[in-house]
């Protein structure tokens, strides 16, 4: 009885992997590159904008806004707290928010830099809550 880990059973995967990756070999050269149907030298180079794109600076500064939104799910209390914890704010103004979410159907939580406000908006996913984030104004 042959053992389980024959050649038999071991080259033709090996094998099937040889021919695959000779086949693509003449895709992978590096001195030609197919683009659309045309095959272009590597050494031909595309022009390029030299303008410095200040976007990223832009989004880093500019400040964005967590809106919390009502959902019939979450009790005012949980809500209450859940805000306090993420968004480390005291018992009032956890509670005043609150109730614009529960009167208003959505509340404006915080207005932070980007990295900080999507850090909020997993937080307050992670616990249940409905938010959402957008560039503020």
């Known amino acids: 009885m042959p053992s389980r880990t024959s050649t038999a059973r071991a ?8 021919e695959m990756t000779a086949s693509l070999a003449p895709l ?17 180079t595309p022009d390029v904008d030299e303008r410095t794109d200040t976007d990223e600076q832009v989004d880093q500064d500019h400040p964005f806004e967590v ?9 005012m209390a949980y809500v ?19 109730l614009e ?6 509340s404006l939580v915080a207005s932070e830099p ?13 616990h249940g809550l409905q938010a959402t984030m957008r560039r503020g104004a």
Do not use: C
């Open 67 to 75: 809106i919390v939104w009502d959902d019939p799910v979450n009790l």
């Open 11 to 18: 080259v033709p995967h090996v094998v099937a992997v040889a």
């Open 101 to 106: 979410v529960h009167n208003d159907g959505k």
């Open 114 to 126: 980007r990295t900080q406000a999507q850090v909020y908006v997993q937080k307050l996913h992670a």
């Open 80 to 98: 209450v707290h859940v805000l306090r914890k993420v968004l480390g704010v005291d018992e009032h103004e956890a509670h005043r928010l609150m």
């Open 28 to 44: 992978a050269s590096p001195l030609w590159a197919e683009a659309g149907g045309v095959r272009m030298s590597a050494a031909a």
